[in-house]
């Protein structure tokens, strides 16, 4: 006996009306996490403005190789080479327009992809039900630690795009006893890739490699940890080959040995994890409390299954950042989309456990004035700082080449390329160079005390016909006697505590006037 034809047309109008409204929530989803990524950044220093030092540091590494320079053979990269190679389309379109305009679309795109990453949260989560999909999704889209991952071209907001996506390919496994082996290869190549990114891929990785021993799913274990594999191998051996020696230093012994950053206390980091450093300084009680409901968030999203690899992320990525030597204010990117995929998961459990509704309206609409309570707090921060714009006429005219303590300065000057073109002396990291050369000593100093790290630096600001001094000053990596130095050089501008110079050559002399300042 067929299904009668009104029943049919009456099921299919449903599914369509669905999908339609699902496709309505996931534009507006994206719109949201596009926008929390890129005001800010317009309220601050805007797209060409100075970042945070990092993402200058990855968009200059792929402009070197662009331009023929192999990371850790020709110059020092701390990291794998997966995010110049990212970045590496970027840098090359800068060579038809400019190297700021070829950082401002990748600053876009990485704010992209951070809206992309919302929708993927919104995309698992949807099998569990609306609400979840929902408060996960807009979770992302507003969590503070997210938003400062992925508002410029910082490593964590990839690594997390490709850790989702693996997601997304194994969430058959969370229902079906096996998983076509295409899926399973996709997944590892796109965890291996991961790696690429930040060795703390490898922290993901083996996470999710636990998950399917746990579901008993052995076969797509093993295709996965396979494919992810030959996918890292692929991409660094190239690399590895050229310089084996540089590479394995660079990325694994001084990253080990390194130490730098806040000294954030335990507390601290949880408070970043928890997302709770949009509203000031941690106060133990309030981030105590906040772990505590994240934890039974926690509790209660393991009982979808859907939720039970984003649980064991969440308590293994946590613990990894609690046990990091170092740490940065973006490292809490790590965990961000395992806390949204956990409290989306647990508040929709709530809602499915509440079954009267007016008390499910009730906490739909506690749980949205919470989120929207917590955006609130994004009414005035603010990105970046704007560069110096009378910098970038003396960068431009100077004859030989442009040197500078921060490579966004280089960057935001369009000299960075210029300089390459010219043959001039490469530095992606000079602040990085500082852990490679403690690491191969193997004694633990600061900055400030590392001689020979003072000696390079000089060395190198005095290669350029123009140098400008912006992130380091005295006390704060170069010491008393490098600060002496360079403050003998010619002042050919000056805006706050950033500074034009003319460096002098050693035993030149050296005006006992500066010009005067030019202030913006």
Known sequence: MGIPQAQTDTSIDKTTATESRDWLWAIALAAIAFAFRLVPVLRGGGLLGLGNYDDGVYYAA???????????????????????????????GAQLTSDSYGFAAARLAWMLLGAMN????WRILRPIGLVAALFGGLGYAVFYRA?????????????????????????????ASSLPRGRA?????????????????VVSLLIVFAWLLLVGRFRAALQMIIASAVTAALICLPFFAAAPTTMWHQIVRDQVFRRGGK???IVGRLDEIVGLGIVGRPHTV???AAVLALLCCAVLAWSYREGRLPVLLLLGQGAFLLATPTWFPHYAGFTAAAVALVVGAAIGRVIVLVRARPARIAVGIVCAGALLLYASGWSDIRYGRQFPSNFRSFAASAPGCVTSDDVTALIATDTLSRNLNRGCQFIADLGGHSHDMAAATGVAVSRNRNKEFQRFATDYLRTGSVTILMRYSN???????????????PLLARSGRYQVRQPAEPGSSVMTESPKPQRR
């Open 263 to 265: 000294d954030v206390a």
């Open 286 to 288: 309030i981030t105590v």
């Open 118 to 121: 919302a929708l993927l949260i």
């Open 62 to 92: 792929a402009t070197g190789l662009v331009h023929g320079r192999l990371p850790y053979q020709d110059f020092l990269v701390l990291h794998p080479p997966g995010m110049p190679l990212l970045l590496a389309p970027f840098a090359l």
């Open 147 to 175: 938003v400062y991952a992925d508002k410029s071209t910082l490593l964590e907001c990839p690594a997390t795009t490709a850790l989702l996506l693996a997601i997304i390919l194994l969430q058959p496994l969370v229902h």
């Open 475 to 489: 006390g704060r990596g170069f010491n008393a006697r490098t600060t002496a130095v360079l403050d003998r050089w």
């Open 185 to 201: 290869i996709g997944a590892g190549a796109l965890l291996g890739f991961a790696v690429t990114i930040k060795v703390w891929g």
